[in-house]
């Protein structure tokens, strides 16, 4: 959120230095044309916190907690540390004349007072997303097909978080082997339910699930026992069916409440058609985390829910700053009367905020692979969901939200040749 904040700021000074503005003129347009599409984008993510911390465990009650504190520390560094500190070197006239320190070229700059109209491009190209949709909406069906099969057939992979059991990590310093963890739970007159899975740099940490909850009396044992063959004792967490039911039950309530506070506060902002389509595009993203969890047999557990909730988040910041766009250049037309109008705003305001859409989801994917890769095996499977989710609510925002909007309002032009977006204050 605080990198896309400023990417979403400076893409829009870098559009009025290019409508030929001076540099302290622009910086004053972009900010105050960022601002809304900050605010809008920043709380319907922290409904989404917000929903995680009700609903969330300890664990994820943390997470909850220093996501709902990083947004609001983001935003107000965002747009006030940001902003002074480069307000203070724009108004300096240090600045002026050097348009190029921005990222605008010289030859992309048009004469204030022409009424030409800038044409967004991304690596010097144009990109017509409309004429597509149909293409978008068919490759979204059939791979929704394919991840509805999956789900039947393999089914997911669940934790004890939503299943009654036990589970048990053991640690050791040396690399494990699943013969060697059998042969130890053997000894303790016990089988794993499910094949052992071992994990680490050097193959070094292992986790038997059981299908039975542990006694006190059988857990003391096994910590004793491997603590004394590997010098760590093992974590044993155990769920009973009752828990387990709950927890379940919340991880679905929490992402049925987020959807219905974001639909809420979208038709607030802007209005139904757009809180719908948003609201598709992120069950959409959350579709696939499922269906990928559920082909590669990673563990699903309570964690996937924070992950899950934390890219509806993304999501619906993604298709919020397309929405927020289309909204101003919708008030700039005033009135739309035809398919071909809408196709036509809805294309440029898509390349107008493709280049912020690139930047932001090419920085949160690259810390996202970092923690996949760098980071503790406890959060992998973590890391993994935001990975699959960033690039999937990225997709969605483009060829899917804002597409099934163009479908579904244009019908109703006949009926409304005003604006199409009420304003809103």
């Known amino acids: ?30 900010n105050k044309h960022s601002l809304s599409t900050i605010f809008d984008a920043n709380i319907t993510t922290m409904i989404a916190a917000g929903v995680l911390f009700i609903f969330g465990t300890s664990s994820v009650k943390g997470f909850a907690t220093l996501l709902l504190v990083s947004i609001i520390l983001s935003f107000v560094t965002a747009v006030f540390g940001s902003r002074l500190f480069l307000g203070l070197w ?55 097909v394919i991840g509805i099969a999956c789900l039947a057939i393999f089914r997911l992979n669940l934790g004890i978080d939503f299943t009654a059991g036990s589970r048990v990590e053991i640690l050791a310093d040396q690399a494990l082997t699943t013969e060697e963890i059998e042969d130890g739970l053997a000894d303790l007159e016990l089988e794993a339910s499910a094949p052992i899975v071992l994990s680490g740099d050097n193959q070094n940490i292992a986790v038997a699930r059981f299908s039975k909850e542990l006694s006190q009396e059988k857990v003391a044992e096994v910590r004793n026992y491997f603590e004394d063959k590997y ?24 992402v049925l409440y987020a959807s219905i506070g974001i639909i809420i506060y979208v038709t607030i902002r802007f209005e139904f058609y757009s809180a719908v389509t948003a609201i598709l595009a992120l069950l959409h993203d959350a579709f696939f985390i499922l269906a990928l969890f559920s082909i590669t047999r990673l563990e699903f557990d309570i964690t996937i829910i924070a992950a899950i909730l934390t890219i509806v988040g993304y999501s619906i910041n993604d298709t919020i700053v397309t929405f927020d766009r289309i909204r101003e250049n919708l008030k700039k037309k005033k009135q739309v009367r035809s398919f071909t109008e809408l196709a036509k705003i809805i294309n ?12 932001t989801v090419l920085t949160v994917v690259f810390a996202a692979v970092m923690l996949l890769i760098f980071g503790a095996s406890a959060i992998t499977n ?29 019908k109703t032009i006949k009926e409304k040749t005003n604006c199409l977006y009420r304003k809103k204050i």
């Open 1 to 30: 959120m605080a990198v896309d904040a400023n990417i979403i700021t400076y893409e829009r000074i870098k559009e009025e230095l290019k409508e030929g503005k001076s540099v302290k003129a622009a910086f004053k347009a972009g």
């Open 90 to 144: 724009v108004n300096s006239n240090f600045l002026n004349k050097r348009q190029g320190w921005f990222g605008v070229k010289q030859e992309q700059i048009l004469d204030i007072n022409s009424k030409e109209e800038i044409e967004p491009t991304i690596f010097g190209r144009q990109f017509d997303f409309v004429t597509h949709r149909k293409k978008f909406f068919r490759v979204s069906i059939a791979l929704v």
């Open 231 to 254: 010098g760590s004792a093992p974590t044993v967490n155990t769920v009973s069916s009752v828990v387990g039911k709950e927890l379940a039950e919340n991880a679905v309530l929490a």
């Open 348 to 359: 440029h305001s898509l390349m107008q905020t493709l280049s912020r859409s690139i930047n």
């Open 382 to 410: 973590f890391s993994f969901a935001l990975v699959v989710g960033l690039i999937a609510g990225t997709y969605s925002s483009l060829f899917i939200a804002t597409q099934l909007w163009l479908v579904w309002r244009s």
